[in-house]
């Protein structure tokens, strides 16, 4: 195929989001991770699917960074996931070296390349990224705001009893507790759901959204979502390859915008083949604006503890 896109960490999110990419025969995938043996043998997993799939992507696994030469996306997914006794912070500084020596890689390689970062937390490993791979703001896209959406999405159809097709659903801020999920521009086949439910319940449905990570993570006992990530990461992979200029929130840099100055906060941006194509400008409400400043808050003080 004549597109290529790498997936760094071969773990539950990577390996989902690499095995969707290659059903959809939307490129080529490789897959990296410094485990040896775990991405050559769950690539070939997924190379042998393909003739069933009815996909002639080609899937390459590896610990080899060179493999990953002239990418058009980097997608990153390393990274530690939180041990017991391990605090926040210290998290914070491992997944920081994680994902400064990942990204150093993958410039030397794929200097034109996208990079989708992943890895939690999300907007201050975008920051991280953004730092060290000098990129254009354009070309370092964070995945959050998709999947917030979804869960988002997934609670309104079931609430309404609708497709989920049906559903459309507006996320802001930072990925985590302080997100920002905005009912007013929250629609089910384009009426908003503050005229389809009551306060009480559009409350419950942000709340459930709002801590959808932690969900799972209590529900699994051991590891975080990946299915849904993964289904994120491929939207957005093949919204980009397309060239379809979709609009989907997305954690970018904010020069200005929302009134939010150098940071990674989620906000609706087109995406297309040039990357960010319009960072989309939408009017909030005092209460919605505050609510997006606090978000944006919780992210400074990340990024201020790492100094990026
Ligand atoms: N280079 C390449 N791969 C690495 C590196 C590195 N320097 N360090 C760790 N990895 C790999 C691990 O070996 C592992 O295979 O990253 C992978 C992470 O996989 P999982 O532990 O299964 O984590 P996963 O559930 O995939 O989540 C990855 O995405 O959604 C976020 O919060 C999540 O930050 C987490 C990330």
């Known amino acids: 195929m004549n597109r290529k896109v790498t997936v760094i960490g071969s773990g539950h999110v990577g390996a989902t989001a690499a095995r969707g990419i290659a059903d959809k025969e939307l490129a080529d995938v490789v897959l990296l991770d410094i ?3 775990v991405p050559q043998g769950k690539a070939l997993d997924m190379l042998e699917a393909c003739p069933i799939e009815g996909s002639d992507s080609h899937v390459l696994g590896t610990n080899d960074y060179a493999d990953t030469a002239g990418s058009d996306i980097v997608v990153i997914t390393a990274g530690l996931a939180r041990k017991p006794g ?37 907007d201050a490993m975008c920051q991280v990224v953004y730092r060290v791979s000098k990129f254009p703001r354009e070309r370092v896209i964070g995945m959050a705001g998709v999947l917030d959406s979804a ?11 609708v497709s989920v097709e049906n559903t459309h659903v507006f996320v802001l801020g930072g990925h985590g507790d302080t997100m920002v999920p905005l009912p007013r521009y929250s629609t089910v086949a384009g009426v908003p759901i503050t005229e389809l439910l ?10 459930r959204t709002a801590s959808g990570g932690a969900e799972i993570v209590k529900l699994l006992g ?3 979502a990946y299915y849904a990530p993964g289904s994120a990461i491929v939207e957005m992979v093949d919204a980009i390859l397309k060239d379809k200029k979709k609009i989907l929130p997305c954690a970018v840099f904010l020069q200005g915008e929302y009134g939010i100055h150098d940071l990674f906060v989620g906000v609706p941006v087109k995406l297309g083949s040039q990357g960010i194509e319009e960072i989309v400008k939408i009017t909030l409400s005092a209460e919605e604006q505050a609510a997006l400043l606090k978000s ?13």
């Open 151 to 161: 869960r988002m999405r997934t609670f309104i159809a079931s609430e309404l009893n």
């Open 222 to 224: 051991t590891g975080s």
């Open 296 to 308: 944006a808050a919780a992210v400074k003080e990340l990024v201020d503890v790492l100094k990026v």
């Open 35 to 37: 485990l040896e043996g």
């Open 198 to 207: 009551d306060s009480k319940t559009i409350d419950r449905i942000v709340k």
């Open 86 to 122: 391990m605090s926040r912070d210290d998290l914070l500084m491992k997944n920081h070296a994680i994902i400064k020596s990942v990204t150093e890689q993958v410039v030397l390689h794929s200097p034109d390349c996208i990079i989708m970062p992943v890895t939690n937390p999300l």
